[in-house]
C-alpha cells in the first residue's frame, strides 16, 4: 500500500511563488505515473499537471509557462513548482500515483493565492 502527503501549501501573494511536495511512504514510486491536481470550491477537479514513470510532463493550459512537475524518484517525491500563481490558481491540490492495480491520493494541501 502506497500513502502520499502534499505539503508546502499556503497564503502567498499573486505573482508570488510556491513549490508543493508529494512525499510516498510504504512503497518506492520510481515506476509510476503521478499526477497533481487541483479543486477549488464550486468547481470540477482539474488535472494539472502529470510526469510518467519516463519523465515525460504535460501541464493544462493554464499551467505552461508558470507550473513545473518534477520527480527525485531517491527521495520518493514528486514536486510541483508554481511561479507567477494568480488568485484563480487557489484551491487544494492533491498528487495522484497510478499503478497497474488502482490510483492513490493524498489528502491535498491547500494554496490560497491573494492580496
Known amino acids: 500500500q502506497v500513502q502520499l502527503v502534499e505539503s508546502g501549501g499556503g497564503l502567498v501573494q499573486p505573482g508570488g511563488s510556491l513549490r508543493l511536495s508529494c512525499a510516498a511512504s510504504g512503497r518506492v514510486f520510481s515506476s509510476y505515473g503521478v499526477g497533481w491536481y487541483r479543486q477549488a470550491p464550486g468547481k470540477q477537479r482539474e488535472l494539472v499537471a502529470e510526469i510518467t514513470s519516463g519523465g515525460s510532463t504535460r501541464y493544462v493550459d493554464s499551467a505552461k509557462g508558470r507550473f513545473t512537475i518534477s520527480r527525485d524518484n531517491a527521495k520518493n517525491t514528486v514536486y510541483l513548482g508554481m511561479n507567477s500563481l494568480k488568485p484563480e490558481d487557489t484551491a487544494v491540490y492533491s498528487c495522484?500515483?497510478?499503478?497497474?492495480?488502482?490510483?492513490?491520493w493524498g489528502q491535498g494541501t491547500q494554496v490560497t493565492v491573494s492580496s
Open positions: 495522484k500515483l497510478s499503478s497497474a492495480y488502482r490510483n492513490y
